[in-house]
């Protein structure tokens, strides 16, 4: 499994911005790498998915044109980039990686999880 460990949640008015930062461990050589997020009383739904093998990205459409996801293999590092935010996107927040996600925005297809920054947004 891989070791994940978050950081950069917090609280941010309307039309603020934040990024998310999440440092992992790992042996393998690809991994797909992903955020996650939940809400109080909902389901765990997927954000945003990279590919670490060659980059490619995936994002739910409620965030599309917002958010941005990257990663450092080297510093084995995945960000969360947000701008815009709304007050729907208030949550926790969860970094997740997987040796291969067939499906990237599915949390079943994921075995390692972090513990989770919150994300608060505010009128």
């Known amino acids: 499994q891989v070791q994940l460990v978050e950081s950069g949640g917090g609280s941010v008015q309307t039309g603020g911005s934040l990024r998310l930062s999440c440092g992992y461990t790992s042996t393998r050589a690809t991994l797909t790498l992903a955020w996650f997020r939940q809400s109080p009383g909902k389901d765990r739904e997927g954000v945003a998915a990279?590919?670490?093998?060659?980059?490619?990205?995936y994002y739910a459409d409620s965030v599309k044109g917002r958010f941005t996801i990257s990663h450092d293999d080297a510093e084995k590092t995945l960000w969360l980039q947000m701008n815009n935010l709304n007050r729907e996107d208030t949550a926790t927040y969860y970094c997740?990686?997987?040796?291969?996600?067939?499906?990237?925005?599915?949390?079943?297809?994921?075995?390692?999880w972090g513990q989770g920054a919150q994300v608060t947004v505010s009128s």
């Open positions: 990279i590919r670490s093998a060659n980059g490619r990205t």
């Open positions: 997740a990686a997987a040796p291969m996600a067939y499906v990237p925005l599915r949390p079943g297809e994921y075995d390692s």
